[in-house]
């Protein structure tokens, strides 16, 4: 079976993908992006979230043929995939009207998959750009440890912050509860966030009131 989908903001095809094959899979294993960790293979544990137009979802779970003609986005393309955000190319509150399941999120099915990668990025590695604001918020809250869940705790973070700009501590552990993490304790992690939400809503320097 062949897949034809977009991946960091970029058309990709894998062939020869056998039916049982999972996103998961493909990623790491087909397209050579790690970051989407394999670890409980049940959608428990948070690891391997990414984004499938627009909706975190767990990709050990999804099979590989249902992303046919969908768009991805993984931990490495996160930080493209904000900056465009943050310079119009995805509006939040665009998703009356969408006519898919994900309504109410802050992204819309058709931007999701209208999204192209920028000129000099690298969606494999996600050189090429600054980072997203919740990765440097992970990085100057001191979130990270080991590593291993901060992936998926990231892309589940930006698309809770895309879709509640100023989350409460409910709406916070509610939109991580799928992530587990067995080092933090996870108050770094609420801290990482509740910085990236302050840093978006704070009014940008220069502009008149």
Same mark, same amino acid.
């Given at each position: 079976?062949?897949?034809?989908?977009?991946?960091?903001?970029? !058309?990709?095809? @894998?062939?020869?993908?056998? %039916? *049982?094959?999972?996103?998961?899979?493909?990623?790491? #294993?087909?397209? =050579? &992006?790690?970051?989407?960790?394999?670890?409980?293979?049940?959608?428990?544990?948070?690891?391997?979230?990414?984004?499938?137009?627009?909706?975190?979802?767990?990709?050990?779970?999804?099979?590989?043929?249902?992303?046919?003609?969908?768009?991805?986005?993984?931990?490495?393309?996160?930080?493209?995939?904000? !900056?465009?955000? @943050?310079?119009?190319?995805? %509006? *939040?509150?665009?998703?009356?009207?969408?006519?898919? #399941?994900?309504? =109410? &999120?802050?992204?819309?099915?058709?931007?999701?998959?209208?999204?192209?990668?920028?000129?000099?990025?690298?969606?494999?590695?996600?050189?090429?750009?600054?980072?997203?604001?919740?990765?440097?918020?992970?990085?100057?809250?001191?979130?990270?440890?080991?590593?291993?869940?901060?992936?998926?705790?990231?892309?589940?973070?930006?698309?809770?912050?895309?879709?509640?700009?100023?989350?409460?501590?409910?709406?916070?552990?509610?939109?991580?509860?799928?992530?587990?993490?067995?080092?933090?304790?996870?108050?770094?992690?609420?801290?990482?966030?509740?910085?990236?939400?302050?840093?978006?809503?704070?009014?940008?320097?220069?502009?008149?009131?």
């Amino acid at each position: 079976m062949r897949v034809n989908f977009t991946v960091n903001g970029r !058309k990709q095809e @894998a062939d020869d993908v056998w %039916e *049982g094959e999972s996103l998961l899979y493909v990623l790491r #294993e087909r397209m =050579g &992006l790690p970051g989407s960790k394999n670890a409980c293979e049940q959608g428990e544990c948070g690891s391997c979230t990414v984004r499938l137009d627009g909706v975190p979802v767990c990709s050990c779970l999804v099979a590989a043929g249902q992303v046919e003609g969908r768009e991805v986005v993984t931990v490495e393309g996160l930080a493209d995939f904000a !900056k465009n955000r @943050a310079c119009g190319g995805h %509006e *939040g509150g665009g998703h009356e009207g969408a006519g898919h #399941e994900g309504a =109410g &999120l802050g992204l819309s099915l058709q931007d999701a998959q209208g999204w192209q990668a920028g000129e000099g990025t690298d969606s494999q590695t996600g050189e090429g750009t600054e980072l997203a604001p919740i990765q440097q918020a992970f990085i100057d809250a001191g979130a990270v440890q080991c590593g291993f869940c901060t992936p998926g705790l990231l892309v589940a973070a930006d698309e809770m912050l895309e879709r509640t700009p100023n989350p409460s501590d409910a709406d916070i552990r509610e939109a991580l509860s799928g992530n587990l993490c067995r080092c933090t304790g996870y108050e770094k992690i609420m801290d990482a966030v509740r910085l990236a939400a302050a840093r978006q809503s704070a009014p940008v320097s220069g502009q008149g009131v």
